[in-house]
Structures are given as C-alpha cells and as structure tokens.
C-alpha cells in the first residue's frame, strides 16, 4: 500500500513535468500558475484553458490510483470540469465520510521552474520558527523524536527529513522544498488511510481500542495506518451505519468523538432503573401526574401509566415509554412559560403568589392553569403595564417576584411604612386613624381598596408600588380636579381667607368649583388660569395672605385689640398689651383654638379670630368664656336663679341650668343657651313694672302677701307694700313646695301656680263646694250612691277614688290629682247614663240586643234604668266595673265585641295562665308617662350639693312619687349621677325629672289585659284586607308623594304578606302625610367611592361614611362639586328605614340609595318588605299591635317599653279602616291556660 501511494506521488511529478512547463499542479487537479501572480488569482483562467487536459488526466490517473484520497475526500472539492467529477465518482466510489475530510488536503508538488524562482527550500543552516515548526511536524508523523527542540536546520534535520522524503517517494535531499513540505502537510490531516502515520494515527486507534473494536496496546500501538488498522475502521463503520471504505474520514472520526464524548443515553421504558427514573418520576409528581412521596430508581408498570396519562393529556403518542418528545414535553410544561392547559406545582405557587398579592382568592389553588387562571394573569399585567396575554412568561413571573420583595404592604404585614402608608390615607380623607398602628389588617387593606377604587387602580386592597407612588403624587402639588385630601382643606381654606370662595367647612375633594375658583384666582394673579393648584400658584396664594398678619413676628394695633379680646375672653391677663405678636401671644392663640376645637397652630387665622368675635357676642352657651358670662350671671343672682357671690367668667353645664329654668321660667324655648331672645327677657324682668322680688312694693305686692297667707305659707294679718327678704323666703318656700324654680321672686310661673292652687285638688281633710262637684261625678259614674253628698272630703271618699282609680288603671292615692280629674271628665264627656237620649242611644241598644244582652225589636232613643240594669249586665259579663254607666271602657269593649261578631278571630294559646304572664312582664322594664307632670323625691340623705348649686347622688337611691319612703318608686339612681334639685327639703328634696317613670302593678295589668281597650290592637298584620286601590286611593287623596300609590301598597302587602292599612298608617306617620323630604324625592344621592355616600339635601350637602365594621360617621353641611360625585340618583324612603336619631335624613336618604329605591313604588313595596321580614314574619310571631309591645314567650324582644304603647298605635289604623268599602277584618287574640 505504501508502494502505491508512492507511485502516486511519482506519478504526479512526471505528469507535471512532462504536461506543463513552470507549473505546479495540485492534487485537486487546481492549475495554479506560480508566475507573477498567487494561484489562487489565476486560478480561473487557468482552469478554463487547461480544462479539456486535465479531464484526459484524470481518467487516466485513476486507473492505477489508491482510493482517490488526493481527489474524492472533500466535500468542498471543485473540479472545474462536470465529467472529470463524474468519472471520479465512479471510479473511486469513495464514501461521503472520506470526501469529506479529504477537502483539507490540497496536496501541491512545486518543480523548478525555469523562469521564475518558487517559494525558497528550507537547507542546513537555516534556522527560525519556521525550522522549529518543520521539526514538529516531522516528530508527530515519527520521523524524530528530539527531546529538546531547536530553530536549527542541522544534520539530524536532514537526516529526518531524508527519511521522510525516502519514504514517499519524493527526491531524497534532505532539503525540505515546497513538495516535501506540502506532502507532510497532508499526511498529518485528516483522512487518514492505509499507510498515514504519525501521532494522529496512534490516537485514533487508542479510541478504537477504548470503544471496544481493538485491544492494541504496547507496540501494537505504533503510529502506522495499516492493513489491521483499516479492517478495524471498517468493522467500527459497518457497527454504526457509516460508509465501510477503512478511511478514517470526518464522518468517521466525528462518530468516534461522539461515542467517547457522550453519556450513554438512559433508557425510559418498563424494566430501566436509575437515578433518572427518580428525577423523571418527581418531574411527574411535580405534574400532579402522581404523588410519589419517595419515587424508586425502578420503572415498572405504574411508572408507565403515569406516562401514559401524561401523554394522553398533551396529545403525544401514548407509548408507556418516556422517550424524547415525552421528556421534552415535561421540560417544557415545568418551565416557563406556563399557560391555559399546564398544571402542576409550578401553577399552584404560581396561582399562591397572585392571591398573596391580591390578584386573586383561592384559599387551596389547584395545579390546573385554566381560564380562570390566564383572566387573572391577565388582571396582574394589566396592573403592571405587561402585555395582557394571559401567558405567566418569564417577563411576567419574574414582576411577580420583584413585587413580592419589596417592602411588604399587604393584610398581616407591620412596620413603622404602615404608620407611614395609614398616615398618607388619612390625610387624603379615606381613614381617620388619629394614631394608626403598625399593623396591616384587613381594615386597611379595606382602605387600601377604596383608594384604588377613587383612583382607577387595580383594587387588591394590597398598596404596591403603583399604588404608593399615586398617594405621593395625590399628597404633593400640582392639586387638581379629582385629587382629595388635607392639603386640599388647607387649599380651600386659603382661598376662602383670601375672598375667592365662601367655604365655611370646606370638603377634602378637589372638584369643578374648586378648579373654577382657583382659576379665578390665577387670572386675578396673572398666573395660566388652568385650575391646577401647581407650586407657582401656591408660592403666589402664600404671598398675598392677608396683611396684617396675625402669626408670630406680626406687630401693630391690630394685634393690641386682639389681645385685648382674648383678655376679655379670661384666655389671658394683658392689663396694657403690646402691639408685638411674640410666642407668648401664639400660646395664648394656641389655648383658645384648642378650647374651641380650632387647628391649634397659634395663628389668628380668620376663623380663629371670626370665633373671638363669635364668643364674644351673643348667644352664650355651654363651653363659652369671657366678661360677658360674668355679667349675664350677676343679672341671674339680682333676679333670684342663683347664688353665685364671686361668679367665674365660665359658661358650664350649671349656667346653662340657670339660665334654662329661666328660659322655663319665661315661656322660652328651653336650651340653656342665652341667646339674644333671653338676653333680652332678662333685661326686660329686671327693668319691668311691678316689681316681684326684693326692693319692690306696691298694692301688687300686698295681694301676692294676702294669697300666699290664704294658702297657708304666711300669717300677714295686714300685709304690708314691701317686697323684702321676709317675703322672698315666703315666695322661696312656696317655690319650693310646688316643684318651682326656687328664685324667691315671684315671676310669672310663680304667680299662675299660685292662682291655680286657690282652686285646689282634693284630698282627704279638704272641703268646700269643689269635693261636693267631685262626689256628685263619681257617682254619676257609678261608683258611689250619695244623694246629697256633703263638702267633706273623708275617708269615705278617699276610698272611693282609690276605686275610681284602680278601675281605670291609675295610681291608687285616694287623692283627687289632676290626673284622677282629668280621667274623670274624659269618662265623663263619653258617657251615656240613665236619662240620656238620641241616636247614639239607639245603637248602643241595637248592639246590646246583637249580643244578647236585650230583645229590643224597635228600641227607643231613651236610657232608662232598663237599658242601665242592661249594661250592668254587660259589665258583670266582661269583667268590667259593674255601674250601669257606659263609660269609655265598656263603649269600647261593646264595639269590640260586635266587631268579633263580623270578623275571622283566631287564638294564640300561651302554655301559661294569665297571672303567671302578668308576673313575667312585671320582670321587665315597664315605663309610663301618665306621671309626667308630677312631683318626684329623693332622700336629702343621699344627696350632695356644693356651692355652686351642682347636685349629685351620694349612692343609689329611690325616686319617689311622694315625700314618703313607702310610695312608689319612680325609677332608681345610680350613685354619682348629677340632679337637678328644684326645691330643697330638710328629708326630701324635690328634683327634676323627666316624663318616663316606672308604672305600678296595677297600671301595667291595666294595659296588658287583652280585653281592655280597641279591639284593632289584635288585627292580624300579616293578612291582605282585599281592598281594591282605588278604594285605598281615595283614601290617600292630598297626602303628598303617596298620593294615587293604592297599588303599590296593594303590590307590597301580597308580595310580602303585610296588611296595606298597617303600611299605609305606618307610611303616613314616618313621612308626614306624604311630605317628608326623605319621602317626596327631595333628596339625591351619589357614591364617591364603595363605602362613601353624598346626600344632597335641599340646603344642605352632607358625606356619609362606613367603616365595614358597623360605625357610621357623618360630615355635615359641605361643599362639594357634583361632578366629583358618581351615580347620582333621586331616593325615596316611605318608612323612614334607616333614619336613625342623629343625621335621620342623610342616613334615611342613604339606606333608600343602598336598596335601589328610586321611586315612591319601588320604596312601598321594598320598605314592605323590610317590614315584614323585620317586624311581622320574625321568628318572635309579632303579627299584631298587641304582640309587638306584650310578648310572652320571647318577652326581650318587645318593640316598646311603654305600657300604652298599642293603645297608642291604633287610632290611625282604626280611621283608615273607617274609610274603606266592605275590608276583610282578621283578629288574633292571646288565650292562656
């Protein structure tokens, strides 16, 4: 073989030789002319002329030709003639993998020319890198082996090199021309073939023998290619589907790399085991594929499953056997990006680090990333400026993790930044902490959402970046149209100071009218007029404030009249006060705004100093200081309220008593504030004519002294004209027993109680003509027989009055009071009794006889002593006070018992009996007040009063009806609690008290038998009367905004299952006939953000808030720009539903706003419905009056605590029946065992 491949290389010197003159031709059969120009210029003319030549050639040099290295083993190969590559080809049929690598080898053979001089020939002597790069070279191919290499061309060069030209066959003169050279050149590439050597072939079969197709070792690893070689190569191509030619081309030599250089690959199918099994197994655990806890190394049957399953689910071929489409699509699916169709752990932390954030809230989120899942990605993008594809990309995954590190702002983080962040929101207006906590709960991400909401963010409760950096931008300038705040109050306020705006409380928002007006005040300042409150604008607003200033540095007169005025306010003492506004008048400043719940900032701003003026003037009131108090309290002492000898300069809670019992005094309206209206009167008793107190005199006077003797208080037998301390004390002690404002001047309050008691009420002990008019009443009642009653009031009579009293539910005294007298003429103005005639006479008899108490056929108009012992009959039956007399009582129960007759009556039975009913209820708090007007009595015992006149309860103690331990007690008192004394007592003082007292025994039985008083107290309430709407029209004809809404009443009472009389009574009452502003659509409201409400009111604008928590908190009288204020709608609230005590309207108008209610309709028939469910339809079964305000088996859910509550309810009911056509009436009475 090495033979042949040394012919070749002769043959191709004398083909050149004798086919060319000067010319060197390469083994690729290039012609390079080596003239005046490089080959490769040349190299397409020259191919063009010589291309017939060397197609001839080229037959004719394969004949006898190796395996074609020099021209088959390249790729790159060109031959410039079609034919000569086609010949070659198949005369070679050398393989792709040797041509490949044979396109290194461009092995050219340079002859002398004889006209010009090639490339010079390395010679002994010679010497540089070129020589030591030669000597390499011949060391790789084995033709040396110098330890210590040299740039010398010297014998043992020549010697090698001699050699080495010896062995392929080139001319042996140990010279290394460019033929040699070039030759050694492409011996050392690749491919390498039989006969190559050097050490490029030694480590080829080194690889051979480690990939197990050899096992040379010691010399038989020589650097020679050789027959053995070549059989190995071929046997290591036919194993791997190579081309088998025994060249070690590029193809060959790129498998044996290959081989050496890669893992074998692991096997993924049923009976492999390894490491990678466990990784594969957790990747598909991770999938949510399995839930192997600790996977095996081993892949069995089950592994297999799980593989098809996997495969199933993402439309691959379902094999069993994780190959590499199966591998690869777990890679993808565990790594980003995930979208709809992934699952797997990677989406449920993912789906865990959106509901951290807000973005969503599932509470155990599934491994499946579903629609669900890309809509909220989507809302996460959108937050942060992403592009909104609904794909968790890496883009997206890694803004998740940048939002999750920062400063942490989200419910259960703390820290002084949530003091900060609770700050900032409080100043804006969306909280009220007045000292937040570190602590981010759900409250604040409540705020946090409201924020959001005002401001068109993303709402996640959850205050990231975004959202801080609009807070700070909101807080600082430029404000404008829609911002909110502190910083806009103080805006507003500046405004106001500086005569553009008339704000007296000014809101928070930045609306329109803030806008216009700041564009007023830029265009007066020649500023943009652009309505944004940017820094130029604020700069120049600080400028013109007001001059003079009222702030510390100030100086002039105006600040002496100022600390003049807060002197005669008590807040300083300045006797001659400097015109110098120093720290001492800012603390002054300080003192009053905190007492006057100002911005304590220390400058008389203009609200400060429009208060000074304020509390200067009158009215006077409870909190008020200043001389004018002291002056107002000394005209009190002269006209006989108080005692003060030194009074203080303070208007308090026992000035403003003194000067309302003045007020009550005088017929003024009762507030304890000395308004100009007091001032006046006060001015007007002092200088009136004639005079009741000390230093008066007159005939008026001995009059006063003349009855004050009549009733006992005096013994004047010849009074004189002067009104002195003597006559004060007299006037005092009158005062005093009489439950007066004890003055001891004899105003005008004094004077009438004293005309009245000369006409006295009776009691035992009395006479005179008025106990004669008394007896003759009580037995035209029927409760005595006296036919010629004397004036005596006695025993006897005493006992008939408690009778009297005990019948109509009274307290039982046997004294004739007011009340007795009153009751006895109401009875007396109602009554029919023997000798009584007319038409009324006639009913009562027909009803009589309906009930079969009579058989008149045709009764006459007369009431004789039939018809008297009829009703005593009557009486005797139903339990009532036996007197023949038809008194109010038994009318009612004879209409009552008639109306049974015509009407549905059903019984609710009470496993109890009726007394053991009346002791549960007496368990309960009862009031009344029958006894408004009556004297009340507490133990001096336990009362303290100083000097001031303040009285307060040493313990607990009583409040009786009479100075007597042993009368009834009115209500309790807890020690500690302020009284008002009105008549002081050595045992018993007389205090003020209010309408509401403790009822006794007998009242409340009065009140809770069911057979007392109007039967429509048991109409049941939960039943349609039938009543068609026009009847029920006419009936609201004239009343307001309910006005022709029969219908819906109608609607609202069958679709909720309540009677139309109760809710049209209930809605007459609640709106005032139908006039309300709550009812009649004058009011609108709006929303500023979820939980804050506008009320417009017509004259007033107030917000109302809520916390989430059941607090509301209202801002009264505002100023706001509706255009800030969104879904504004006109309310309706027919049952006054939600208007509580305080803020009725704007909480009422709110509730209306929060139900929808629109219109008068839809507030029928949804108030209707508030009713039933609330009132009538509860689990307590309170379907009528009775039931509401008497509940036997659930009695701490009763809607009144007072005794005459249902009696009280009816009337209005009553009437409205009375104007229907034919209704359908149903009672429900309580029965007991």
């Known amino acids: ?55 001839d050639e080229s037959g004719e040099g394969n004949e006898g030709s190796d395996s074609g290295k020099d021209e088959g083993d390249s790729k790159n190969e060109e031959i410039p003639v079609k034919d000569e590559e086609k010949e070659e080809e198949n005369l070679t049929n050398e393989s792709e993998d040797s041509s490949v690598n044979d396109s290194s080898k461009n092995l050219q ?138 060249i070690a081309g590029a193809d060959t030599l790129a498998k044996i790399d290959k081989l050496l250089t890669d893992e074998p690959e692991p096997q993924y199918e049923v009976g492999d085991s390894g490491d990678h099994i466990v990784a594969l197994k957790e990747d598909l655990t991770s999938l949510g594929f399995a839930n192997w806890s600790s996977p095996s190394r081993y892949y069995g049957s089950i592994t297999a499953g799980v593989v098809e399953d996997f495969q199933e689910y993402y439309g691959l071929k379902v094999t069993g056997a994780a190959g590499e489409e199966t591998r690869t699509k777990i890679e993808e699916v565990l790594n980003p990006p995930y979208r709809n169709g992934d699952r797997g752990n990677p989406v449920v932390e993912l789906k865990e680090d959106l509901v951290e954030l807000g973005f969503a809230n599932w509470s155990n989120p599934s491994q499946y990333y579903g629609s669900v899942t890309a809509g909220i990605v989507k809302d996460f993008q959108t937050a942060y400026g992403m592009t909104e594809d609904g794909i968790a990309g890496q883009n997206t995954l890694s803004k998740i993790n940048e939002v999750l590190s920062d400063p942490q702002y989200r419910d259960g983080d703390s820290g002084d930044h949530i003091i900060a962040l609770k700050e900032d929101l409080t100043s804006l207006g969306f909280a009220n902490w007045s000292s937040p906590s570190k602590y981010y709960g759900s409250i604040t991400a409540g705020v946090v959402e409201d924020f959001q909401e005002y401001y068109g963010l993303n709402v996640t409760g959850i205050a990231g970046e975004e959202t801080r950096v609009v807070i700070e931008e909101v807080l600082n300038p430029p404000y404008r149209s829609g911002d909110r705040g502190d910083p806009i109050v103080e805006l507003k306020e500046k405004l106001t100071e500086l005569g553009f705006a008339n704000w007296s409380n000014p809101s928070q928002y930045y609306g329109g009218i803030t806008a216009g007006v700041v564009e007023d005040f830029q265009a007066t300042y020649g500023l943009e007029p652009d309505g944004i409150a940017d820094e130029n604008t604020l700069e120049e607003m600080e400028k013109v404030l007001p001059d003079p200033r009222y702030r510390e540095g100030d100086q002039g007169d105006h600040v002496v ?76 002492v002269e006209l006989g309220f108080a005692n003060w000898s030194n009074p203080s300069q303070f208007y308090g809670s026992v000035t403003s008593s003194v000067v309302e019992r003045f007020q009550s005094v005088y017929g003024l309206t009762q507030d304890g504030v000395a308004d100009e209206d007091t001032l006046e009167e006060v001015e007007k008793v002092l200088s009136s004519e004639p005079q009741y107190r000390p230093g008066g005199s007159g005939d008026h006077v001995v009059t006063l002294k003349e009855d004050l003797t009549r009733l006992g208080f005096a013994n004047w037998s010849d009074p004189t004209l002067y009104y002195g301390s003597i006559t004060a004390s007299v006037v005092e002690d009158f005062q005093d027993y009489y439950n007066l404002p004890v003055t001891g001047t004899a105003y005008p309050a004094t004077l009438s109680k004293i005309e009245e008691v000369l006409t006295p009420a009776f009691q035992n002990g009395d006479r005179g003509n008025p106990v004669v008019g008394l007896k003759e009443n009580l037995t035209t009642l029927g409760f005595a027989n006296w036919t010629n009653p004397s004036q005596y009031y006695g025993n006897v009579t005493a006992g008939v009055v408690e009778e009297f009293q005990d019948a109509y539910g009274l307290r039982i005294t046997g004294k004739a009071d007011t009340t007795t007298l009153s009751k006895l003429d109401e009875f007396l103005s109602t009554l029919y009794q023997n000798g009584d005639s007319g038409g009324h006479i006639v009913t009562l008899k027909e009803n009589l006889t309906a009930l079969g108490f009579a058989n008149w056929s045709d009764p006459t108009p007369y009431y004789g002593s039939i018809t008297a012992g009829v009703v005593e009959d009557f009486q005797a039956t139903y339990g009532l006070h036996v007197t023949g007399v038809v008194d109010q009582d038994t009318l009612e129960r004879i209409n009552s018992e008639i109306t049974k007759q015509n009407s549905e009556v059903s019984y609710t039975q009470h496993d109890m009996t009726y007394e053991e009913a009346l ?104 039943e349609y009367s039938g009543v068609e709407a026009n009847n029920l029209n006419n009936v609201l004809d004239g009343a307001g905004e309910l006005e022709g809404t029969g219908q819906s009443f109608i609607n609202g009472s069958q679709e909720h299952s309540v009677n ?99 219109s008068p309709d839809k507030a029928i028939v949804g108030g209707s419905e508030y009713i039933g469910e609330s009132y009538i339809h509860n689990e307590y079964s309170q379907n009528t009056i009775y039931k509401m305000r008497w509940n036997f088996e659930y009695p ?35 029965a007991f065992n």
């Open 1060 to 1158: 139309e009389i109760y809710l049209i009574s209930h809605a007459l009452h609640e709106t005032g006939n139908g006039t309300s502003v709550l009812s009649n659509g004058s009011i609108q409201v709006g929303k500023l953000d979820k939980s804050t409400w506008v009320s417009f009111k017509p004259g007033q604008i107030d917000i109302a808030r809520y916390d989430g928590e059941g607090e509301w908190s209202i801002e009264e009288d505002v100023t706001i720009d509706r255009d800030e204020v969104y879904d504004i709608e006109t309310t309706y609230n027919m049952f006054g539903i939600g208007a509580v005590d305080v803020n009725t309207n704007t909480r009422g108008s709110v509730r209306a706003y929060q139900e929808g209610w629109f």
């Open 1196 to 1230: 701490p859910h009763q809607y009144a605590t007072d005794i005459g509550w249902a009696t009280k309810q009816i009337n209005d009911i009553k009437n409205l029946y009375s104007l229907l056509e034919d209704p359908a009436l149903r009672f429900s009475f309580p």
């Open 1 to 55: 073989m090495v033979k042949l491949r040394n012919s070749m290389v002769l043959f191709i010197m004398m083909f050149s030789l004798f086919h060319f003159s000067s010319v060197a031709v390469g083994a690729t059969g290039e012609v390079t002319d080596n003239s005046s120009k490089d080959g490769e210029e040349n190299y397409q003319e020259e191919q063009n002329q010589d291309a017939m030549g060397v197609d």
């Open 109 to 246: 053979i340079q002859t002398n020319s004889t006209d010009e001089e090639g490339p010079l020939p390395y010679h002994e002597g010679d010497e540089g890198q070129h020589i030591e790069e030669l000597k390499e070279k011949l060391i790789s191919l084995g033709f040396a082996d110098w330890q210590d290499l040299t740039s010398t061309y010297d014998e043992e060069t020549v010697s090698a090199v001699k050699e080495f030209q010896g062995e392929y066959n080139l001319d042996v003169t140990g010279i290394a021309d460019e033929a040699t050279r070039n030759t050694i050149d492409v011996v050392l590439e690749p491919p390498f073939r039989l006969g190559d050597r050097g050490e490029s072939v030694t480590e080829l079969k080194e690889n051979l023998v480690e990939l197990g197709f050899a096992d040379w070792s010691g010399s038989d690893l020589s650097h020679i290619y050789d027959e053995a070689t070549e059989g190995v190569v071929e046997e290591f191509q036919s194993a791997n589907d190579l081309t088998v030619d025994g």
């Open 919 to 1022: 002791e549960i209820q007496m368990g309960r708090f009862q009031q009344t007040d029958q006894y408004r007007n009556a004297p009340a009595y507490v133990s001096s015992e336990y009362i303290s009063i100083n000097d001031s006149g303040e009285a307060v309860t040493t313990a607990q103690v009583n409040i009786r009806a009479e100075k007597d331990a042993g009368s009834h007690v009115y209500a309790t008192l807890e020690e500690g609690t302020a009284v008002n004394v009105v008549n002081e007592g050595d045992v018993w003082h007389e205090i003020s008290y209010g309408s509401w007292r403790n009822p006794t025994a007998n009242e409340v039985e009065y009140y809770m038998n069911p057979n007392n008083h109007d039967i429509f107290q048991h109409l049941l309430l939960s």
């Open 561 to 636: 009249e100022l600390k003049e005025d807060l002197t005669a306010l008590g807040f300083a003492n300045w006797s001659s006060p400097s015109q110098y506004y120093g720290s001492i008048t800012a603390g002054v400043v300080e003192d009053f705004q905190k007492y006057y719940g100002l911005n304590a900032n220390g400058i008389a701003n203009k609200d400060t100093r429009d208060k000074i003026e304020e509390v200067l003037k009158p009215p006077y009131q409870n909190g008020d200081r200043g001389n004018p108090v002291v002056e107002l309290k000394e005209k009190l």
